[in-house]
């Protein structure tokens, strides 16, 4: 019932002007994270990973899709989380040209499209906390805001950054 | 320098060298000896008379002279004339000397010259003194020619007496002189005597030493050594003594080889002999042993023995009460017998129904047996369809496996297709409702598979049960089938033993009879039974005392062998002891 309310809201609210913004969400560790839909090109579930020696650990190496060639980055890695084995739920995102040059990120698992209000986005204040550390650092970069779902909180990061923190 | 002669010829040769040098210092005694006997006969011959004659001489010369001057003073003539013989021996005695010394010319012409001289005086002086001594007598005075004569020849005799006595002074120092020189030549001798001897007996020694020791004594101590060593260091008998030399000694060191090869071989075959007595006296002490305990097991027997026939005495005393117990019993069998006759006829009757029943039996069970094959039948065949059943389940499985995938792969088409339509914005929305269905039906499909996926798994579960409990049935139909078979078979055998019974229940009717008979017979014999008993019982006490007997025996026999196998132990230790002697020697 509750569901079915909450959609009949997002149909009123669609018929305004970009009031509503479309995420992907994806799970990793359990946490549930999120980018913007129109970013993303495409998922994929065929992982044959080519690997780039003497890269940086959150490179992965290069995918190759329908002859285009992608640079995958490891997620895991770049949020600092313990690394796992590649399994059947494992998924690579890639995203549009428009974000970067043409790259990916493994991530554990896809869970759906979910489209979002975006007054209930609470975006981070960056200028505010500019905390030490690495990860830290990054993860200041990343993430835009949160917002919460039924599922749990969802963490929004920011595509257009991914390459640019790997140089931190 | 090697010697090859014998021990004797060496000691033979050693005391001809003692011998030559013992006649070596003889004859240089000898020479010495005949050389002063040559001077002492010289002196005896020679120089004594001389000197004996020379003292005579000057004596009769005094005594001449004394009588001329009597003869003057007393003025007698008879005293001149005994003078005068006087002066003859005199001159006889200087004759002789003249004699003795002929072959010293020197000396007998000084003597001639003497003796003449002296006959001149003589003849003067017996004119001179006759006439003095006449005168003497007669006329008193005397002319001047006859004292110048008498002067003179007082003179002359002053002279001869002094050349006389000269002459027997020369003679007497030439004896003294031989004498003396004589005595020194033999001092002399014996010193050099003692001294030849002491050498030649010394070096005489020192040959003979050497011979000895070089040839013998050195031999002798090289023999000795060996033995030595042979008796005190540990008897090693593989030592030989050299043969060296072909005398005494060697032939004493090759016959002592000999002497040894055949010790060594004896000493062999005793330590040969040792180990058999050693092994022997091993097995005797053990055959010994075993004999101790054979002959206490047949102490036991013989116990048991007494005391079993002990208890046959009690039984055949108990027999005789029993057999007359049975005399009284007999009575009562035959009694009993004819009863058992009447109901013998009973029992034949029963026997004949048991066997129609029995038969009717027999035929139900062949028919539970061949129901009980097709049921086995029938139970295999559902197992093979149940193992079927499972196969094809496992193929569901695996096709539910397919399913699960393409509805992944929907999934993740709907996801893209949603992903497109959001960016083809307004445009895509119808789209992306479509996208929303077919994402709804895959995971709707992703259930049912599941779904199927459990319920197939259930299946296998229950095929398997179902699989074991056919199993478990197919077992007890075979048990079924095997107790049936033995039924079956039991029957047969009851069928055959109950035709048995009946034949021989009629038999027994028969036997019933002689039975009856026989008991009559056998009161007779329970009679003379309990006589014989009576003769068992006295035979039984005769046979304990030949067994106590036997037991004496036994026991004696016994010690016997503990005597035996104690000597088998000395005898053993005796085999080691002398195991270890032989061992000693070095073979």
């Known amino acids: 019932m509750k569901m079915s309310l909450k959609q009949d809201t997002t149909n009123m609210s669609s018929l305004q002007t970009r009031r509503k913004q479309q995420f992907c969400t994806f799970r990793l560790d359990q946490h549930l994270f999120g980018v913007d839909i129109l970013d993303i090109k495409e998922i994929i579930d065929e992982i044959l990973i080519t690997k780039i020696h003497h890269s940086q650990k959150e490179i992965l190496g290069f995918i190759n899709v329908r002859g285009h060639v992608h640079i995958v980055l490891d997620l895991r890695c770049l949020l600092?989380?313990?690394?796992?084995?590649?399994?059947?739920?494992?998924?690579?995102?890639?995203?549009?040209?428009?974000?970067?040059?043409?790259?990916?990120?493994?991530?554990?698992?896809?869970?759906?499209?979910?489209?979002?209000?975006?007054?209930?986005?609470?975006?981070?204040?960056?200028?505010?906390?500019?905390?030490?550390?690495?990860?830290?650092?990054?993860?200041?970069?990343?993430?835009?805001?949160?917002?919460?779902l039924d599922q749990g909180l969802m963490v929004i990061l920011d595509a257009n950054k991914f390459l640019d923190v790997i140089k931190y | 320098m090697k010697f090859s002669f014998t021990?004797?010829?060496?000691?033979?040769?050693?005391?001809?060298?003692?011998?030559?040098?013992?006649?070596?210092?003889?004859?240089?005694?000898?020479?010495?000896?005949?050389?002063?006997e040559f001077r002492l006969k010289n002196i005896s011959e020679n120089l004594l008379p001389i000197a004996f004659q020379s003292k005579t001489a000057l004596l009769k010369f005094d005594e001449q002279i004394k009588l001329y001057n009597n003869a003057i003073l007393n003025g007698e003539m008879a005293l001149v004339e005994s003078a005068q013989k006087n002066a003859l021996e005199v001159v006889r005695s200087l004759q002789k000397i003249q004699a003795f010394i002929k072959k010293n010319h020197v000396k007998s012409l000084q003597l001639s010259q003497l003796i003449n001289e002296y006959r001149k005086f003589n003849t003067e002086a017996e004119k001179v003194y006759s006439i003095i001594s006449q005168a003497e007598k007669g006329s008193i005075e005397l002319n001047k020619d006859v004292s110048d004569r008498s002067s003179k020849l007082s003179v002359l005799t002053k002279e001869l007496k002094k050349r006389i006595s000269n002459l027997s002074n020369?003679?007497?120092?030439?004896?003294?002189?031989?004498?003396?020189?004589?005595?020194?030549?033999?001092?002399?001798?014996?010193?050099?005597?003692?001294?030849?001897?002491?050498?030649?007996?010394?070096?005489?020694?020192?040959?003979?030493?050497?011979?000895?020791?070089?040839?013998?004594?050195?031999?002798?101590?090289?023999?000795?050594?060996?033995?030595?060593?042979?008796?005190?260091?540990?008897?090693?008998?593989?030592?030989?003594?050299p043969v060296e030399n072909p005398d005494e000694?060697?032939?004493?060191?090759?016959?002592?080889?000999?002497?040894?090869?055949?010790?060594?071989?004896?000493?062999q075959e005793i330590m040969e002999n040792a180990?058999?007595?050693?092994?022997?006296?091993?097995?005797?002490?053990?055959?010994?042993?075993?004999?101790?305990?054979?002959?206490?097991?047949?102490?036991?027997?013989?116990?048991?023995?007494?005391?079993?026939?002990?208890?046959?005495?009690?039984?055949?005393?108990?027999?005789?009460?029993?057999?007359?117990?049975?005399?009284?019993?007999?009575?009562?069998?035959?009694?009993a017998a004819e009863d058992i006759a009447i109901h013998m006829n009973n029992v034949t009757t029963s026997t004949g129904d048991m066997s129609s029943s029995m038969n009717s039996i027999g035929k139900k069970v062949q028919e539970g047996q061949k129901i009980s094959a097709n049921a086995m039948e029938l139970a295999t065949i559902a197992s093979d369809n149940m193992n079927l059943l499972g196969t094809a389940a496992r193929e569901i499985s695996q096709v539910t496996v397919a399913i699960k995938r393409i509805a992944v792969q929907t999934n993740l088409l709907a996801l893209n297709a949603s992903i497109e339509a959001s960016?083809?914005?307004?445009?895509?929305?119808?789209?992306?409702?479509?996208?929303?269905?077919?994402?709804?039906?895959?995971?709707?499909?992703?259930?049912?598979?599941?779904?199927?996926?459990?319920?197939?798994?259930?299946?296998?579960?229950?095929?398997?049960?179902?699989?074991?409990?056919?199993?478990?049935?197919?077992?007890?139909?075979?048990?079924?089938?095997?107790?049936?078979?033995y039924i079956s078979k039991t029957i047969e055998k009851q069928m055959q033993t109950s035709s048995d019974i009946s034949s021989q229940l009629n038999q027994v009717n028969n036997g019933t009879n002689t039975i009856a008979t026989s008991i009559a017979e056998s009161a007779i014999g329970v009679q003379e039974m309990s006589k014989n008993t009576g003769d068992a019982a006295t035979k039984t006490r005769n046979f304990t005392e030949t067994i106590e007997f036997?037991?004496?025996?036994?026991?004696?026999?016994?010690?016997?062998?503990?005597?035996?196998?104690?000597?088998?132990?000395?005898l053993t230790e005796l085999a080691s002891k002398l195991n270890t002697m032989v061992n000693t020697f070095i073979i």
């Open chain 2, 249 to 267: 000694i060697g032939e004493l060191s090759r016959w002592f080889n000999h002497f040894l090869i055949r010790l060594q071989e004896m000493i």
């Open chain 2, 423 to 485: 960016t083809a914005g307004e445009a895509g929305r119808g789209f992306s409702v479509v996208a929303q269905k077919i994402k709804q039906f895959a995971s709707q499909s992703t259930q049912s598979a599941e779904n199927i996926a459990k319920r197939i798994a259930d299946m296998q579960s229950k095929t398997e049960n179902a699989v074991s409990v056919i199993e478990n049935v197919t077992d007890i139909i075979g048990e079924i089938n095997q107790s049936s078979l």
């Open chain 2, 7 to 36: 021990i004797v010829q060496k000691i033979w040769m050693s005391i001809g060298v003692l011998i030559a040098g013992y006649l070596l210092t003889m004859l240089i005694g000898c020479i010495y000896a005949y050389h002063s």
């Open chain 1, 80 to 148: 600092n989380f313990e690394p796992i084995a590649i399994n059947d739920a494992t998924r690579i995102i890639l995203f549009t040209s428009k974000v970067g040059e043409s790259f990916g990120i493994l991530v554990d698992m896809i869970e759906q499209m979910i489209e979002v209000d975006e007054q209930k986005i609470e975006f981070h204040q960056q200028e505010g906390n500019i905390l030490d550390g690495k990860a830290q650092k990054r993860f200041n970069l990343l993430e835009i805001g949160a917002c919460k």
């Open chain 2, 170 to 241: 020369d003679n007497s120092n030439a004896l003294y002189n031989e004498f003396k020189l004589v005595l020194k030549r033999n001092h002399q001798q014996r010193f050099f005597n003692i001294i030849l001897f002491i050498i030649v007996v010394s070096i005489c020694i020192s040959a003979v030493y050497f011979i000895i020791h070089r040839s013998i004594t050195l031999q002798l101590d090289k023999v000795t050594g060996i033995l030595k060593d042979i008796a005190e260091g540990e008897g090693n008998l593989t030592k030989r003594l």
């Open chain 2, 275 to 335: 180990d058999v007595l050693n092994v022997s006296s091993i097995n005797l002490s053990e055959f010994s042993s075993e004999m101790i305990s054979s002959m206490e097991k047949l102490i036991d027997y013989s116990e048991n023995a007494t005391d079993a026939i002990h208890q046959l005495h009690e039984n055949i005393n108990s027999i005789a009460s029993s057999a007359e117990q049975m005399s009284a019993n007999i009575h009562d069998v035959s009694n």
């Open chain 2, 550 to 570: 036997m037991k004496d025996l036994a026991r004696l026999s016994n010690n016997s062998a503990e005597r035996v196998q104690t000597s088998a132990v000395q």
